[in-house]
């Protein structure tokens, strides 16, 4: 074989492989466990909650790997070999989530989250979480008493959301339906581009948790709360002013075009995909607004905005 031609197999194969790359999707991993009921009417809600929340994250298409837990199912062994499953499929673009439903206790040192046999701790859920090389992670604590959980799972590029402000309220949240209604209520979706954000969901969420006490005159005996920065300063209500919800605003956690996006050609998807991170970009702009000036931040959004355009009208061809 002559330099020519090897140099000409050398360009064909680097093309090969360059068009894979390009033509790869990132996937969705998504883990839902559902912990021990207790009494018989938790245990028929927990497994009711964790079924419902798959059948709604199935709506994001064949890049979807979903893992549900529930009942005698969700033994600590079986979450252990999911999350050590997922850290040898998750590739560092891809997003994971994790989703725990149930009870949880709090002695004052450690949140547990209750599982059939021994329990977990919230120090051991994160140590799992960490060997998992995803760049983009969730973790939506659902349980009672999970505000004690967000010291040990806050972490750089995860976003955590708990259904209680502390280890204190210990009542058995409502989160849980509410987070599954997210899924399914065109109303989550805030900017109605089809897309629910792990934001748009905890503010949903929120809302509605807060209306149930409200509307039933009860004592609200869970606050939830929301924290993306790595640090264990959870709020209830991010905003720029707080610098919270950043990631999650850029999280996607239900995306009903994506069953479309399957039929249509290799182009269309990279389009679709582009198009997805170009909102993605805009949705941290605002959340930099305050650091920038404002002729660089309307320059900004404004390169965004026709940058948008000019791909939903390739898309629209």
């Known amino acids: 074989m002559d330099a020519a031609t090897a140099l000409g197999d050398g360009v064909k194969i680097a093309a090969l492989l360059l068009l894979c790359a390009l033509s790869a999707h990132p996937a969705n991993y998504y883990i839902t466990v559902a912990g021990l009921g207790g009494l018989p009417e938790y245990e028929a809600q927990f497994t009711k909650w964790a079924a419902d929340l798959e059948k709604q994250l ?79 992670q969730l973790v939506v604590n659902m349980s009672s008493a999970s505000g004690a959980s967000i010291a040990a799972l806050a972490k750089k590029d995860r976003i955590v959301i708990v259904a209680t402000k502390s280890g204190t309220e210990k009542n058995a949240p409502v989160f849980a339906r509410y987070w599954v209604d997210a899924l399914r209520d065109p109303a989550a979706d805030a900017d109605k581009n089809g897309t ?39 709020v209830r209500d991010p905003k720029p002013d707080n610098g919270q919800g950043v990631l999650a605003g850029a999280f996607p956690i239900l995306r009903p075009h994506t069953q479309i996006a399957a039929n249509l050609t290799p182009e269309k998807q990279k389009l679709l995909t582009r198009k997805q991170d170009i909102e993605a970009k805009i949705d941290r702009l605002k959340y930099q607004k305050a650091a920038l000036s404002d002729g660089e931040y309307r320059q900004q959004l404004t390169a965004l905005l026709l940058e948008l355009a000019r791909t939903q009208a390739e898309i629209d061809r």
Do not use: C, W
């Open 196 to 234: 629910v954000t792990a934001l748009e969901a905890f503010r949903y969420t929120e809302r509605k948790t807060a209306g149930y006490f409200e509307a039933e005159k009860l004592l609200a005996t869970e606050h939830p709360l929301l924290t993306d920065t790595a640090k264990g300063n959870a």
């Open 58 to 136: 199935q709506a994001n298409g064949g890049d979807a790997h979903i893992v549900t837990l529930s009942g005698n199912a969700a033994t600590r062994r079986q979450v252990e070999q999911a999350l050590a499953r997922a850290a040898s499929e998750v590739a560092p673009g891809d997003a994971f989530g994790l989703f725990l439903i149930g009870h949880g206790t709090f002695d004052g040192t450690d949140y547990k989250i209750n599982l059939p046999g021994p329990d977990m701790t919230a120090t051991e859920l994160a140590g799992l979480l960490n060997k998992i090389p995803a760049q983009r």
